[in-house]
Each structure stands twice: as structure tokens, then as C-alpha cells.
């Protein structure tokens, strides 16, 4: 059967000033031919420096931007193609979870309201269902009813967040996009909320794709890992096995650069050496080629396929996963 969520060699391009794409025009490649999949109820990381494209996948995923080339599929059906009051019913399954839960919520909305409005966009509440369901949504993020009638002003960083998850719990979606959704909290406040997004994943079999530049919170979190270099994944790979062996040099260099054992607080400063490279004119070939300490001339020229190996895990390397007969280049990126 169709995986939950399909994307097929997504890509988005921008025009570098402002206006429509020109042909041969300048671009900023921010997704260049990223496919993957995720199935019900698993979560799969994006992980990755900033400016490495994550964020504009989340947005090509919620279909906020059109993509310049790929597809998106959900249970097998393409979202370009749904009709409006389709992608009504599309939008109620697919909900997202952003990095900064106060410029995310209506300052002017009580806890309730922010969190039962998603549903009564759907269909007309009474009092007493309005109450009933924000006091249920209010408990299965562990928060109190006393917050109810309390504005995004009166509560902590960590209730406003748990607050933005309710609120994407509530038309019981079957997927949720979380970018960057741990980011700005304190650290035992991250592992509060990771924690409790594993355990609505328990108990409501609800999908996440977590999007993070952290890899402890990924390693916590994660059951996949995709890696995301300059617009590009470059290995995909369960969580276990990237954490035991990264196989990529740029993921291998990430994690030599973050071996924090208590998993909220690995942070991904300046992980490699040398600067990420302008996503407006991308190095030739593999674009890690400058960074590269095993760089050979073919990763000048070519572009490095994502490869599966024999481990099941797809890597985008001439050296560590060279195509060959057996091997296939990895269009779906999911096993
Ligand atoms: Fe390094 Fe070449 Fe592999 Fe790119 S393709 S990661 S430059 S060895
Ligand atoms: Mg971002």
C-alpha cells in the first residue's frame, strides 16, 4: 500500500531578485530533487545546518509554496492536484508544529480559543462542546484547565508550545510537521516536549516529520534520519544505525562534532570546518567537495546519486557509495 507521505524529487527554486524564475536566470537552489518517505505513525528527522533547505521542505510538504519541480503525495493522491475544498480536507490531516510557539498563536486568544479554532473552522461549536474540547486537547498536552481563559502573555515558553501542539492536535491529524519545534525552549523543558510528543505518537499513531539542526534531539526523537546538505539529502538512514555509523562525511563530520551524551544538549555550532557554502551558486559536482576530506576530482564534476547500500541506509557519495550494478540509485529513500 502507499506510504503516508511520499515525496518525489522535490525541488524549489527562487528567483534571486524579486519577480518570477527566469530561465538561466539567478536561483537560490533551496531543495534540490529530495525524495523520501514516511509511513504511519513513524517519525522521520531532517536534519541539518541552517539554510540547508529543511525549513522550505516543511513548507513544500504543507503546501505554503509551490514546488518548481517534484510531487507530493499523500496516501498515493498528489496535493498539486486537489481541488480547494480537497485541500480543506487534505489540511485536516496534515498540521504544523513551529519553532516559535508565541508568534505563532493569536496574542489577543485565550488558551481555549487558539486551540479550538482549528476545528471550528471545520464546524460550528457550542459552548459547552467548545469547553469539553479544549479541556480534553488541554490534558493530553498535560496542561491544566486553569489555563484556559489565560492569553499566550500569561504563560511560560513551554506551556505556549505545549499550547501549539494542542492546537495541531486537534483535528486529530495523522501528520504533523514539527520545524524547529524544541528550539527556543529552555533545555529540561525540550525533553518535556519531545517526551510528550513520543507519547501522543503512541497513543494516537500520529506521524511526525521533525525538522532540526540538533542531533541530539533528533537521536531522542527520531526513527529515521534524513541528512540535508545545501538543499540536498546526502544519507538517509535510521537513527541507530546513523548514530552508530555514519557513513556520509558530512553527516560522520556532525556527529564528531556533537558527542554530547545527555541527548538535549548536543548543539550543531559550527560542527565542520569551513563555511557552508552560498546555496545561490553551489559548488560543482558534490557540493561538500570544498568541506570534503576525501574529495577526488569526480566530486568536482558529478553529482553524487543517493545510493542504497547493502545496510539498507541511502548515501549520496563517490567514495563511500559509489554506484554500481547491484546498487541502485535510491529514488524513494524509504526501506
Ligand atoms: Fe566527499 Fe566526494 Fe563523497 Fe562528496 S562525493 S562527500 S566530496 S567523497
Ligand atoms: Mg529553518
Given at each position: 500500500s502507499?506510504?503516508?507521505l511520499?515525496?518525489?524529487?522535490?525541488?524549489?527554486?527562487?528567483?534571486l531578485?524579486a519577480?518570477?524564475?527566469?530561465?538561466?536566470?539567478?536561483?537560490?537552489?533551496?531543495?534540490?530533487?529530495?525524495?523520501?518517505?514516511?509511513?504511519?505513525?513513524?517519525?522521520?528527522?531532517?536534519?541539518?545546518e541552517?539554510?540547508?533547505?529543511?525549513?522550505?521542505v516543511?513548507?513544500?510538504?504543507?503546501?505554503?509554496m509551490?514546488?518548481?519541480?517534484?510531487?507530493?503525495?499523500?496516501?498515493?493522491?498528489?496535493?498539486?492536484?486537489?481541488?480547494?475544498?480537497?485541500?480543506?480536507?487534505?489540511?485536516?490531516?496534515?498540521?504544523m508544529?513551529?519553532?516559535d510557539?508565541?508568534?505563532s498563536?493569536n496574542?489577543?486568544?485565550?488558551?481555549a480559543?487558539i486551540?479550538t479554532?482549528p476545528?471550528?473552522?471545520?464546524?460550528?461549536?457550542?459552548?459547552?462542546q467548545?469547553?469539553a474540547?479544549?479541556?480534553d486537547l488541554l490534558?493530553?498536552?498535560?496542561?491544566?484547565?486553569?489555563?484556559?481563559?489565560?492569553?499566550?502573555?500569561?504563560?511560560?515558553?513551554?506551556?505556549?508550545?505545549?499550547?501549539?501542539i494542542?492546537r495541531?492536535?486537534?483535528?486529530?491529524?495523522?501528520l504533523?510537521?514539527a520545524?524547529?519545534?524544541?528550539?527556543?525552549?529552555?533545555?529540561?523543558?525540550?525533553?518535556?516536549?519531545?517526551?510528550?510528543?513520543?507519547?501522543?505518537?503512541?497513543?494516537?499513531?500520529?506521524?511526525?516529520?521533525?525538522?532540526s539542526?540538533?542531533?541530539?534531539?533528533v537521536?531522542?526523537?527520531?526513527?529515521?534520519?534524513?541528512?540535508?546538505?545545501?538543499?540536498?539529502?546526502v544519507e538517509?538512514?535510521?537513527?541507530?544505525?546513523?548514530f552508530?555509523?555514519?557513513v556520509?562525511?558530512?553527516?560522520e563530520?556532525?556527529?564528531?562534532?556533537?558527542?554530547?551524551?545527555?541527548?538535549?544538549?548536543?548543539?550543531?555550532?559550527?560542527?565542520?570546518?569551513?563555511?557552508?557554502?552560498?546555496?545561490?551558486?553551489?559548488?560543482?559536482?558534490?557540493?561538500?567537495?570544498?568541506?570534503?576530506?576525501l574529495?577526488?576530482?569526480?566530486?568536482?564534476?558529478d553529482?553524487?546519486?543517493?545510493?542504497?547500500?547493502?545496510?539498507?541506509?541511502?548515501?549520496?557519495?563517490?567514495v563511500?557509495?559509489?554506484?554500481?550494478?547491484?546498487?541502485?540509485?535510491?529514488?524513494?529513500?524509504g526501506y
Amino acid at each position: 500500500s502507499d506510504p503516508l507521505l511520499k515525496v518525489e524529487s522535490l525541488t524549489k527554486h527562487f528567483p534571486l531578485s524579486a519577480g518570477i524564475l527566469k530561465k538561466n536566470g539567478p536561483v537560490v537552489r533551496a531543495v534540490e530533487a529530495v525524495s523520501f518517505s514516511v509511513e504511519a505513525g513513524e517519525t522521520l528527522c531532517i536534519v541539518g545546518e541552517s539554510g540547508c533547505g529543511k525549513s522550505t521542505v516543511a513548507r513544500l510538504l504543507m503546501r505554503l509554496m509551490e514546488p518548481t519541480d517534484g510531487r507530493v503525495l499523500i496516501e498515493g493522491t498528489d496535493i498539486a492536484g486537489l481541488k480547494k475544498h480537497e485541500l480543506r480536507a487534505f489540511r485536516r490531516r496534515m498540521q504544523m508544529v513551529f519553532q516559535d510557539p508565541y508568534s505563532s498563536l493569536n496574542p489577543r486568544l485565550t488558551a481555549a480559543q487558539i486551540i479550538t479554532e482549528p476545528v471550528e473552522n471545520f464546524e460550528r461549536l457550542g459552548r459547552s462542546q467548545r469547553q469539553a474540547l479544549a479541556a480534553d486537547l488541554l490534558q493530553k498536552v498535560g496542561l491544566g484547565p486553569e489555563i484556559m481563559h489565560r492569553l499566550p502573555s500569561e504563560l511560560s515558553g513551554g506551556q505556549r508550545q505545549r499550547l501549539g501542539i494542542a492546537r495541531a492536535l486537534s483535528l486529530k491529524p495523522s501528520l504533523i510537521i514539527a520545524d524547529e519545534a524544541v528550539s527556543a525552549l529552555d533545555v529540561s523543558v525540550q525533553a518535556q516536549i519531545l517526551n510528550l510528543l513520543m507519547d501522543l505518537q503512541q497513543q494516537m499513531g500520529i506521524a511526525f516529520v521533525f525538522i532540526s539542526h540538533d542531533l541530539g534531539v533528533v537521536e531522542h526523537i527520531g526513527h529515521r534520519v534524513a541528512v540535508m546538505y545545501l538543499g540536498r539529502i546526502v544519507e538517509l538512514a535510521t537513527c541507530e544505525a546513523l548514530f552508530a555509523k555514519p557513513v556520509h562525511p558530512y553527516t560522520e563530520a556532525l556527529i564528531a562534532a556533537a558527542p554530547v551524551p545527555d541527548p538535549t544538549r548536543a548543539r550543531l555550532e559550527a560542527p565542520v570546518e569551513g563555511e557552508v557554502p552560498s546555496p545561490i551558486n553551489p559548488p560543482t559536482g558534490c557540493a561538500f567537495h570544498p568541506r570534503c576530506p576525501l574529495a577526488v576530482d569526480r566530486c568536482r564534476i558529478d553529482v553524487p546519486p543517493l545510493t542504497s547500500m547493502a545496510d539498507g541506509r541511502a548515501v549520496a557519495c563517490h567514495v563511500r557509495a559509489p554506484a554500481s550494478a547491484n546498487a541502485q540509485p535510491d529514488m524513494v529513500g524509504g526501506y
